[in-house]
């Protein structure tokens, strides 16, 4: 018979944790009430939609007066708007590129697309620790550039992928086996074409590279790669994300990548495969120290890639402030302290902390999808507000290196 002692060891051995089995089952059970919470959002037949714009934000888009939208909306026959219970005009993003063709057949300068001669602007957004508005600075400026007619290509290169969900596609359940960016630039003969893998949004303009934890294997599988001295590849580790991405420069103006909030093999070809850098900064001393460990860490390894071939010119690097408190007196004494340092390689606009940004976001939206009538007026047009400034910024950025006004 047992003795207590025993008794007592072997009911201590049953509560234990088995921490990988006790992971398993929280993913498990986390993955599929997400699943359902999505399916409540987002009934499970159903894509997301993007709203209808008024006339106001059409003239806006397009740079013309409301007036002037009533006039095209009689001379373009595909555009045909629906009427809200207030009798007001409201039209699709599709009806308003319509438009912006329309006028650009007299008047190029309406179309902001490349024209022969520019090169396709591939715009890295990262930073080494996540919680820097990395993902959400991506996102609105991809949507902001779509909105305004350039062709753009969102690449989720983050295993997380926040972008990817926010996009529709949820990384669990809509991406499968070799259906991320790693699908085309993995080293076995398991390789797809990349074109393959672009999916298209339910936002016009906005095309779309999804993620999902599979991105993690090409930071196994490169290692392996490297060591391997029988293999003959000159196609290296650093120059694939832009050698995929190469084969799509005749569909695209502008791409913008989410990378990693980890300075790992995806993150270095992403910067290799970079005309631009755009690195998130929150204002808070940790996370500015943290940035300090990111900058000389990325550098070491950047003059190793340089020395072995990697292409580092860039038309622009800038850090951008994001979660900015405009009444908290340290924060603005570090984003002094920052513009002292790097001048203008800090962007003059700041991703201002938002509820209006937030708010929209629990419903998987951004602030350009939410519309103003969904939120408190005056908390929506400053979200607006700050979030167009920063993105105007970028977008001059952009046609500089295109040498245009």
């Known amino acids: 018979m047992p003795t207590k002692a025993a008794i007592v060891e072997k009911t201590k051995r049953a509560s234990r944790v088995s921490i990988d089995e006790t992971i398993a089952q929280d993913s498990t059970m986390l993955s599929s009430q997400l699943q359902v919470l999505f399916e409540r959002l987002f009934s499970p037949d159903a894509r997301k939609s993007l709203r209808r714009f008024s006339s106001t934000e059409t003239a806006k888009l397009l740079g013309v007066t409301d007036s002037y939208v009533r006039h095209l909306a009689a001379q373009v026959e595909s555009i045909n708007p629906e009427k809200t219970a207030a009798g007001r ?4 993003l599709e009806e308003i590129h319509a438009m912006r063709h329309h006028l650009g057949r007299t008047k190029p300068s309406y179309l902001p697309m490349r024209r022969p001669g520019d090169h396709l602007q591939v715009i890295a957004v990262t930073n080494f620790k996540g919680g820097s508005g990395k993902t959400t600075t991506s996102i609105h400026l991809a949507q902001f550039l779509a909105l305004r007619g350039y062709r753009v290509l969102a690449v989720d290169l983050d295993p997380q992928a926040s972008m990817s969900a926010m996009l529709g ?3 669990e359940f809509d991406v499968g086996e070799n259906e991320t960016l790693y699908g085309a630039i993995k080293y076995d003969e398991t390789r ?5 893998i672009v999916r298209q949004t339910y936002f016009p303009g906005l095309d779309l590279i999804p993620g999902n934890l599979e991105l993690h294997e090409f930071e196994h599988d490169t290692p392996k790669a490297l060591a391997d001295t029988s293999r003959d590849d000159k196609d290296m580790f650093f120059m694939r994300v832009g050698n995929a991405l190469h084969s799509l420069e005749q569909s695209y103006d502008v791409v913008i990548i989410d990378c990693p909030p980890t300075l790992g093999f995806l993150t270095l070809s992403a910067l290799c495969a970079a005309t631009s850098v755009l690195i998130t900064v929150h204002p808070q001393m940790l996370d500015v120290a943290s940035m300090n460990q990111f900058l000389t860490m990325t550098s ?6 340089k020395q072995a071939g990697g292409n580092l010119d860039y038309d622009w690097m800038r850090y951008l402030i994001t979660r900015y408190e405009a009444n908290d007196g340290p924060q603005a004494q570090i984003v002094a302290f920052l513009r002292s340092l790097f001048g203008e390689r800090v962007l003059t606009s700041m991703m201002v902390k ?4 937030s708010d929209a976001g629990l419903s998987k939206q951004t602030i350009y999808e939410a519309g103003r009538e969904t939120m408190h007026r005056q908390t929506y047009d400053r979200g607006v507000e700050s979030v167009d400034s920063v993105n105007a910024e970028v977008e001059q950025l952009i046609r500089s290196a295109w040498s245009r006004t």
């Not at 005009?89 to 699709?92: D, E, K, L, W, Y």
């Not at 797809?192 to 393959?196: E, K, L, N, P, S």
């Not at 070491?300 to 890639?305: E, G, N």
């Open 300 to 305: 070491d390894l950047l003059a190793v890639v």
């Open 169 to 171: 596609y949820q990384p």
């Open 354 to 357: 938002s509820t209006a940004v």
């Open 192 to 196: 797809r074409d990349v074109a393959d």
């Open 89 to 92: 005009r409201v039209f699709s």
